[in-house]
């Protein structure tokens, strides 16, 4: 079936990466993009960034320019985040999802979902 | 940036009720408006595309509607099953979620 599995909980200190992976299956990869969501402990739901399964292209949350890369790896169906210079504020459960396009081609709505992943930012 | 207004916060309502929820957009989104459910401990679920399409396999209890700026998100019989946070999101340019609305049973 179509499904999206994600990595595994991070622990990570102030400062340090984390690369989150997205691995997709059940439907064509390429046709879709992959879309990456958080939600800190308590709070509602933030839209971090997108990207073009097929061509790699990206846009990110304006918040986050800088801090964030998304990237995908066609060849494993897999999408990856990557947030660098963690903050205490990061921590939070990370969505990726697959996004649908519309016939004009523009990335509309997010139609499946990853389980989540925590990081948590602790010193 | 599009912002993304909805209301109420937080909503209480027996088995049974209607209950609506509205999200109100910064400037004209057309139709370009999800609404999704989120439970505790899940992963969240597309219920409405494009304001007011069914996504597949969702109950008919749930609908949405409106254009333009205003929009809302209907359930006609409430179930205890519909307990959970409701999300509005633009998808109209870079997407912004809605504040929420949590959903409880009275």
């Known amino acids: 079936q179509v499904q999206l599995v994600q990595s595994g909980a991070e622990v990570k200190k102030p400062g340090a990466s984390v690369k989150v992976s997205c691995k997709a299956s059940?439907?064509?990869?390429?046709?879709?993009?992959v879309t990456w969501v958080r939600q800190a402990p308590g709070q509602g739901l933030e839209w971090m960034g997108w990207?073009?399964?097929?061509?790699?292209?990206?846009n990110y949350a304006q918040t986050l320019q800088g801090r964030v890369t998304m990237t995908t790896d066609t060849s494993t169906n897999t999408a990856y985040m990557e947030l660098e210079s963690l903050r205490s504020d990061d921590t939070a459960l990370y969505y990726c999802?697959?996004?649908?396009?519309?016939?004009?081609?523009?990335?509309?709505?997010?139609?499946?979902w990853g389980q989540g992943t925590m990081v948590t930012v602790s010193s | 940036d599009i912002q993304m207004t909805q209301s109420p916060s937080s909503l209480s309502a027996s088995v049974g009720d209607r209950v609506s929820i509205t999200c109100q957009a910064s400037?004209?989104?057309?139709?370009?408006l999800n609404w999704y459910q989120h439970k505790p401990g899940k992963a969240p679920k597309l219920l409405i595309y494009?304001?007011?399409t069914l996504e597949t396999g969702v109950p008919s209890r749930f609908s949405g509607g409106g254009s333009g700026t205003d929009f809302t998100f209907t359930i006609s019989s409430l179930q205890p099953e519909d307990i959970a946070t409701y999300y509005c999101?633009?998808?109209?340019?870079?997407?912004?979620f809605g504040g929420g609305t949590k959903l409880e049973i009275k």
């Open positions: 494009d304001a007011s």
């Open positions: 400037q004209d989104i057309g139709n370009y």
């Open positions: 999101q633009e998808s109209d340019g870079l997407p912004t």
């Open positions: 990207i073009g399964a097929n061509s790699g292209n990206t």
């Open positions: 999802a697959r996004v649908r396009r519309d016939s004009s081609g523009w990335f509309r709505a997010f139609d499946i």
């Open positions: 059940g439907y064509i990869f390429t046709n879709y993009g």
